[in-house]
């Protein structure tokens, strides 16, 4: 039985220590992820998977040197100028996940106008998380909901699990079947936490800048294997 994924989920880690074993800055890592990305979504768009969300930025993240955080978004820039081509040949929609507004102001400008320019592709969704954190977009969502209520537009009752997948960024996009993080760590850290419920988990040890092509495959391959149940038992 072939399990179709909809909807890829990832967390690009490693970049940092993938650096550090070569003697390069970890600014250098960033950059060489940077070149994965696309990489990745090639085999996403060859496997027709519609989705791909990447957590590219937290909003922990912003404790780290400026320096740094300066470069990353330099190379975010970047690689959407590079793409914005391809984007619009072959039809992907850029999404965005979290608050920009405290993205560096080029940033700002740059993803808005990636946002724009491809808001009526639908062959492909590239979501994109910046300065995202889940429990702030649970919050936001738990004040968008009361703010309804309040206002008389929402009934308390018909509040369901709908209602607060409606009120996440990822409110139009199918469930995420399959999450991969990679470089070891098994944690979230703050991704996704309602939208992974029942998500297929996969925990790579190899760092980010080094996940290639086959590397996503074998992801693809292992989660065929997996028996998604729901709870349910064979009958
Ligand atoms: C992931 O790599 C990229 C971002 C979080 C922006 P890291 O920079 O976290 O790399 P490590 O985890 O320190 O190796
Ligand atoms: C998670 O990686 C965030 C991104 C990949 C953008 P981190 O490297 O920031 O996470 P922790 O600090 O190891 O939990
Ligand atoms: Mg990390």
Not at 152 to 161: A, P, Q
Not at 211 to 216: L, P
């Amino acid at each position: 039985m072939s399990n179709q994924i909809n909807h890829v989920a990832i967390i690009m880690d490693g970049n940092g220590r993938w650096a550090k074993q070569r003697g390069l800055s970890r600014t250098k890592g960033h950059e060489e992820g940077c070149k994965r990305i696309i990489e990745i979504f090639d085999a996403v768009k060859a496997n027709h998977i519609y989705a791909m969300t990447l957590y590219a930025f937290s909003t922990e993240n912003w404790n780290r040197p400026k320096s740094e955080i300066s470069l990353l978004f330099r190379y975010l820039d970047k690689f959407f100028k590079d793409n914005i081509v391809t984007f619009m040949k072959d039809g992907i929609r850029v999404q965005v996940m979290g608050d920009i507004s405290r993205l560096p102001k080029h940033s700002q400008k740059t993803v808005t106008d990636a946002i724009n320019k491809t808001k009526d592709n639908d062959n492909y969704v590239f979501n994109i998380a910046l300065n995202y954190g889940s429990r702030q977009e649970l919050v936001k969502a738990t004040k968008e909901i009361a703010q309804e209520v309040k206002d008389g537009k929402l009934d308390i009752d018909s509040i369901d699990m709908d209602t607060i997948s409606n009120h996440l960024y990822t409110k139009n996009l199918p469930p995420v079947d399959l999450m991969i993080r990679t470089s070891g760590e098994q944690r979230l850290s703050n991704y996704l936490l309602y939208q992974l419920a029942y998500s297929e988990f996969i925990f790579t040890p190899i760092y980010w800048p080094d996940f290639h092509k086959e590397d996503f495959e074998e992801c693809l391959k292992q989660y065929q294997n997996r028996d998604r149940r729901y709870g349910k038992i064979e009958e």
